[in-house]
């Protein structure tokens, strides 16, 4: 899961730089647009402004390429979605993503991150086992340390973690 490219987008404000994200859409034409779930309400307009603008790439790079009837099968095709990002969340803060992507900034590794789960959800979660990074354990964190931070129950913040 290296990076080929990305684009930040300030403060998740899709709709004032729709030409830079139709761009970047129509040079990469990625057949997945993973769309975070942190946010609630704003990650379902996220996914409404995403898939109108990958709908408006997609009929301008047919325009640009001027596909025939019988090339539309090789038409891009590209899927909007949400992704649960708990295991994102994790991956960003843990040392392993200090250690593979040192100049990275948070929220880039947590889309690094999503995006390989979308890819394999079983690997990605099975790699926040590596401990530090390097999969040994350190001192101060045993593997695993980080699942502890998942929220697979409404109360699991009421169970200590001793």
């Known amino acids: 899961g290296g990076v080929v490219d990305h684009l930040a987008v ?9 030409a830079q994200v139709q ?5 990469y034409t990625p057949a997945v ?15 409404r402004d995403l898939e109108d603008m990958v709908r408006e790439a997609r009929e301008q790079l047919k325009r ?8 539309e099968e090789d038409e891009w095709e590209c899927e909007v979605f949400h992704v649960p990002d708990a295991v994102a969340t994790i ?8 250690a593979e992507f040192p100049d990275y900034a948070y929220n880039l590794r947590k889309a690094i991150s ?8 079983l690997a990605e979660l099975a790699y926040t086992w590596a401990g530090d990074g390097a999969g040994a354990a350190t001192k101060t964190r045993v593997p695993g340390e980080e699942l502890l931070f998942l929220n697979l129950h409404p109360l ?7």
Request: net charge negative.
């Open 10 to 18: 300030p403060g998740g404000r899709y709709r004032d730089h729709r």
């Open 23 to 27: 761009d970047f859409l129509k040079i």
């Open 33 to 47: 647009v993973a769309v975070s779930t942190s946010a609630l309400g704003a990650s379902r307009r996220a996914q």
């Open 64 to 71: 640009l390429t001027e596909l025939d009837e019988e090339d």
């Open 91 to 98: 991956f960003a803060q843990s040392p392993r993503a200090e």
């Open 114 to 121: 999503l995006a390989r789960f979308v890819q394999e959800p």
């Open 156 to 162: 699991w913040q009421e169970v200590g973690r001793q």
